[in-house]
């Protein structure tokens, strides 16, 4: 299995940044891609962005395209959400969660959230 932990949430300011780090072990060979989802209070929880782990390739939702980026330091084994012109309505929990090579599921792996609150 593949175990992931976040870190780095924390409250700013709007127009501020922050980054995130989802730190993987276990079974790293069998990821495909690692994604950032996040879940504001009373909503669904919504994706953000994922990179391939192998290619480094990404892919971005259109509500964070050109401000977050999404990188991975493969050495360290650790993903990195940096967020940029922060907004109160990117105020929600963020998960990292990982999709494994054959298993057919979108994603099998999922870390406890980090926090992020952006005040106005």
């Known amino acids: 299995q593949v175990q992931l932990v976040e870190s780095g949430g924390g409250l700013v300011q709007a127009g501020g940044s922050l980054r995130l780090s989802c730190a993987v072990s276990?079974?790293?060979?069998?990821?495909?891609?690692v994604a950032w989802f996040r879940q504001a209070p009373g909503k669904e929880r919504e994706f953000a962005t994922y990179?391939?782990?192998?290619?480094?390739?990404?892919y971005y939702a259109d509500s964070v395209k050109g401000r977050f980026t999404i990188s991975r330091d493969n050495a360290k084994n650790t993903v990195y959400l940096e967020m940029n012109s922060l907004k109160p309505e990117d105020t929600a929990v963020y998960y990292c969660?990982?999709?494994?090579?054959?298993?057919?599921?979108?994603?099998?792996?999922w870390g406890q959230g980090t926090q992020v609150t952006v005040s106005s």
């Open positions: 969660a990982a999709s494994l090579l054959g298993t057919g599921r979108a994603y099998d792996c």
């Open positions: 276990g079974r790293t060979f069998s990821i495909y891609r």
């Open positions: 990179i391939m782990w192998s290619s480094g390739g990404t």
